[in-house]
């Protein structure tokens, strides 16, 4: 290749090498050199420097291989810049980049430390399939949205995106871990993502301080994703699908308002959910806002779940999250002995049917009198009724002598507080087989009430 006109330096454009060709390009009104476009591809280049610097058209680099360092300050491209297979093989420092179309860095590789700060893309900025052999730090990037898909960085990466509404990171490698910081409700989903290293996902400092709920990062999916090492910060989790993960029980969540709650009723219990469960219920009370077209997970997937996170808040030593997690996993084991009775009927299999229906009717009337033992005031209200009733029954049919429905509470109270203690009024036979029952349930409502109160103490 021929030297420089103007120089001995080597010409790359026109005859020129890159900084007389900027030099002798007009400039605007802020003296600033105007190109019309500027095209690198295939090159091999040394050391390169763009400062100050306005592109209308386009900024080609694909295939272009530099030998020396990068740097690109203040540059506006007016159409897209395009560093597609391009090999980089010194530091890389990108600041105050505008570019009017995509960012692409697809297939490119980047041998040494990368720093981009403040670049701003209208379109797409991809680095799919790109490997980062350096350390990377991006900070305030901007674009329509990131493709991350099937990059692969060496060392542990710094993310600090800015207003990016979609990021895409399918078969990501981050090879030491990485920390992602979303200044916006950006969307991620964490699919077959290799996470070699602690990492965290969280919203941005003045998000969390301004504590602007609707600007938190929105996780999708965790499918195929290994997440014994990510911590969750505030983090949007109203929508997140868990089925597929791995090693969910040893996630890290931050923050309580994360979660998806229950609807709120007379016959629902307002706790904290996961979006799957509202997805497998399928009921219109219990849909997720807007258009979610995922498909429902299977019920037992979906118990698996709860049972992991609630694994994970007991480690936490937090019960009251605890305590919902393991509220939704009977639900979801209540909800699929219910399925399966309705298969086994359905195939003609009595015996498994009514093995199934037994097992399903127990732990109907565990969530009926006590919640799975997490509601107190459902097995005392059931203890007041009970004692009631069997008052009245006793008045009415229990006593050989005719007694009154105060005598006949007090007469109740005593037998509901003890199991094993004689009678010493004369009964009917008829009040005999009520106080039997009586003596029998009462305690146990009791001790169903009592264990609620130490769930609900324990919070």
């Not at 290994?226 to 090693?247: M, N, W």
Request: net charge neutral; hydrophobic share 45%.
């Amino acid at each position: 290749m021929a030297n420089c006109a103007q120089c001995s330096n080597e010409a790359v454009v026109e005859e020129r090498c890159l900084a007389h060709h900027i030099e002798n390009c007009p400039t605007d009104e802020n003296g600033q050199p105007v190109l019309a476009e500027l095209d690198l591809s295939g090159m091999r280049l040394d050391e390169v420097q763009l400062a100050d610097l306005v592109i209308t058209g386009d900024l080609k680099c694909a295939g272009t291989v530099f030998r020396g360092t990068l740097r690109i300050r203040n540059v506006t491209v007016g159409g897209l810049a395009d560093f597609n297979n391009a090999q980089m093989q010194a530091y890389v420092s990108i600041s105050g980049l505008a570019v009017g179309g995509a960012l692409r860095m697809r297939d490119a590789l980047l041998e040494r430390d990368v720093y981009l700060s403040g670049v701003a893309s209208e379109g797409v900025t991809t680095l799919a399939r790109a490997t980062f052999a350096g350390s990377v730090e991006i900070d305030g990037l901007r674009a329509h949205s990131v493709d991350l898909r099937r990059a692969t960085f060496q060392h542990r990466a710094l993310l600090q995106l800015g207003a990016v509404p979609r990021v895409y990171l399918q078969r990501a490698g981050f090879q030491r871990g990485v920390r992602l910081t979303c200044a916006g409700p950006t969307r991620l989903d964490l699919v077959e993502v290799d996470l070699g290293g602690p990492s965290a996902i969280a919203a941005a400092a003045s998000t969390v301080e301004a504590w602007r709920m609707a600007d938190r990062p929105i996780l999708g999916r965790t499918l195929g994703t290994d997440l014994s090492q990510v911590r969750l910060s505030y983090v949007d989790l109203s929508e997140c699908s868990f089925t597929g993960a791995h090693h969910l029980d040893k996630l890290t969540v931050d923050d309580w308002h994360s979660w998806r709650t229950s609807p709120r009723g007379l016959w629902v219990t307002h706790r904290v959910t996961l979006a799957d469960e509202h997805r497998v219920r399928g009921h219109a009370r219990w849909a997720l806002p807007g258009a979610d077209a995922r498909e429902a997970p299977s019920v037992d997937s979906v118990q698996t779940d709860y049972h992991s996170l609630r694994s994970m808040m007991q480690d936490r030593k937090d019960q009251r999250a605890a305590s919902d997690f393991y509220y939704g996993e009977m639900e979801m084991r209540r909800i699929g002995l219910r399925r399966s009775v309705r298969a086994e009927l359905r195939a003609r299999d009595w015996r498994a049917a009514l093995s199934t229906l037994g097992e399903w009717l127990l732990l109907c009337l565990y969530w009926l009198l006590s919640g799975y033992g997490q509601r107190a005031w459902r097995a005392f209200v059931t203890l007041g009724l009970v004692v009631a009733v069997a008052s009245a029954a006793l008045a009415r049919w229990g006593f050989q002598t005719p007694t009154g429905y105060g005598d006949s509470l007090r007469y109740t109270l005593r037998a509901a507080s003890t199991l094993l203690r004689g009678s010493d009024v004369a009964l009917t036979p008829t009040g005999d087989w009520i106080e039997l029952v009586l003596r029998l349930i009462a305690p146990l409502l009791l001790a169903l009430g009592l264990l609620a109160i130490r769930e609900r103490v324990r919070r």
